[in-house]
């Protein structure tokens, strides 16, 4: 009954996991389109930089996230 209970609260652990790095990621690459619009506003000439840098940090938030999904999963999985 006791390893149940512990492969339910894996199970839990990793979904919950997971979910947390979906979230953070959304938050994140909200934050840094919220700072790239900004940008922009202040300074339109440097739109080309700051749009590449801008898909450049959210590509590497991007990845940590899925990492991080990965991890839940095998961690509800394993």
Same mark, same amino acid.
């Given at each position: 009954?006791?390893?149940f209970?512990?492969?339910?609260?894996?199970?839990?652990?990793?979904?919950?996991?997971?979910?947390?790095?979906?979230?953070g990621?959304? /938050?994140g690459?909200g934050? *840094?389109?919220?700072?790239a #619009?900004e940008s922009? +506003?202040?300074?339109?000439?440097? !739109?080309?930089? /700051?749009?590449?840098?801008? *898909?450049?940090?959210?590509? #590497?938030?991007?990845? +940590?996230?899925?990492?991080?999904? !990965?991890?839940?999963f095998l961690?509800m999985?394993?």
């Amino acid at each position: 009954m006791n390893f149940f209970l512990l492969e339910a609260l894996a199970n839990a652990g990793g979904a919950i996991g997971a979910g947390l790095g979906a979230i953070g990621a959304g /938050i994140g690459i909200g934050q *840094i389109g919220k700072g790239a #619009l900004e940008s922009i +506003a202040r300074q339109p000439e440097a !739109i080309n930089d /700051i749009r590449s840098n801008m *898909i450049l940090t959210a590509a #590497l938030v991007e990845g +940590a996230a899925l990492f991080a999904i !990965i991890i839940g999963f095998l961690a509800m999985v394993l």
